[in-house]
Each structure stands twice: as structure tokens, then as C-alpha cells.
């Protein structure tokens, strides 16, 4: 995958027929993702892509995203689309890494996935029970960080040897490192360590799925 600078110089050679007769900066390629340009310079520091912003950017433009994130032109890409390595993405769906869930609708839209990350989920079979949603909130940083887009496996919910799930409480929908104790109660744990852990009997908690991957991978 490019780099994020990489992407920010494309957009700019896309766009320059939009500013005649004017440098496209980085300010300009902000405005379009409509992100501010504090979190845009820190997002270009950190190689920290915004998948869901170049989404709607190359939707608008009837851009394929698989060129713009990996040069692979569209007729590169008949046979694979053909294949139909989708998943459901519930774009206004966000599991919390942070403080609630935000759930307003439960409309999704088909994300195309290219053959090595399918793989990186388990293989096409696995792809039936896999949906994406988006991550709110930093209490699972550095694993996960705010509009991660993130996989879900929904037949996979054993949790006896731990691991990172979306879970369903009485306070929404979460992202959370699961352990379970010795008494039979749940950890749940946040990477960030500013965070505390929780612990709740496992009759409160309803297991939604592993998560299984993001966009960049998972820890």
C-alpha cells in the first residue's frame, strides 16, 4: 500500500484542474477530505491513512480506491471483482474504543476487498460471517485508533482464550481485549493504559464476534 504522503501527492494531481492557476497544498487536499489540518498533519506524520474520507473521495469522483491506495489499475481488477471478495460495511455503525457505542443506522454498503487481505481474514469462506464497522474512541490505542475500519467474524465468539472482541453491553457496543478468570468473571481490557480494566460476570456481556483484521492490520 502507498504511503499516506504518497496518496496526499496523487490527490493533488487529481484536483490541480480544480485550483487553475494555483499550487494545490496540503491545506487544499484537507479541505477535500474535510478533515481539519491539525489532525491532517498529524495523520500524514503518523502514515495514518483515513479509509473512510478516501472512500467518499474516490466515490465522488468515480475513482477506483485500489488505484489510488495501490496503483492497480481498473482492468487489473475485473477478475478479482468477479470474484466477489466483499464483506457488508455498516459505514454509520461505530464499535467504542473510548467512552459509548454509536449506532444510528444499520444500513451497509458492499466493501471490495483485494485477495491477500481475504486471506489475511481467514480465506474466502470466512467472508460470510465477516462485516465491518468503524472504531470510535482511543482507549484501545496503539491496536486500534479513531475511523479504523474493522473486521468482525461473527462465528467466532469463544472467548476462553481471550482476544479482542465487539461486545454488546448495557452501555453499547464496544471494542475490548477479553480474559476471562479463574471465577469464571470477564476481563475487559483497554490497550490504552490510561484506561482501567473492567470486570464483569459473563451473563452481562453479549459476544458479538472476534475481531479479525482492520485496514493495516491488526496487533
Known amino acids: ?5 504518497d496518496i496526499v501527492e496523487t490527490i ?6 480544480e485550483f487553475p492557476d494555483k499550487k494545490v497544498f496540503d491545506k487544499d487536499v484537507a479541505d477535500l477530505l474535510y478533515i481539519s489540518q491539525m ?14 474520507e478516501l472512500l467518499d473521495f474516490c466515490a465522488k469522483r468515480s475513482i477506483a480506491i485500489n ?3 495501490y496503483n492497480q489499475s481498473p482492468e487489473s481488477l475485473i477478475e478479482p471483482t468477479n470474484r466477489f471478495y466483499m464483506v457488508r460495511y455498516f459505514s454509520s455503525v461505530s464499535a467504542s474504543a473510548g467512552g459509548g457505542a454509536e449506532n444510528d443506522e444499520l444500513s451497509y454498503e458492499p466493501l471490495m476487498l483485494e485477495e491477500n487481505f481475504v486471506l489475511s481474514l481467514g ?5 460470510r460471517h465477516i462485516e465491518a464497522i468503524n ?17 468482525i467474524n461473527r462465528s467466532k465468539s469463544d ?3 481471550g482476544g479482542i472482541f465487539t461486545i454488546r453491553t448495557e452501555h453499547g457496543l464496544f471494542i475490548k481485549r477479553l480474559q476471562v478468570r479463574i471465577d469464571g468473571k470477564l476481563d ?3 490497550d490504552n493504559k490510561d484506561y482501567p480494566t473492567y470486570v464483569t460476570s459473563r451473563d452481562e456481556v453479549e459476544i458479538i464476534g472476534r475481531v479479525v483484521g482492520r485496514f493495516g492490520g491488526i496487533e
Not at 12 to 17: E, G, H, L, R
Not at 39 to 52: Q, Y
Not at 123 to 127: A, F, M, N, R, V
Open 39 to 52: 489532525n491532517f498533519a498529524t495523520m500524514k506524520k503518523r502514515n495514518k491513512i483515513p479509509f473512510n
Open 188 to 190: 475487559i481490557i483497554s
Open 159 to 161: 472467548i476462553s482464550r
Open 12 to 17: 493533488k494531481d487529481i484536483v490541480s484542474s
Open 123 to 127: 480465506g474466502e469462506k470466512e467472508l
Open 1 to 5: 500500500m502507498k504511503t499516506f504522503s
Open 135 to 151: 472504531v470510535s474512541g482511543d482507549s484501545m490505542e496503539p491496536t486500534f485508533s479513531y475511523n479504523d475500519i474493522i473486521f
Open 67 to 69: 488505484w489510488l491506495l
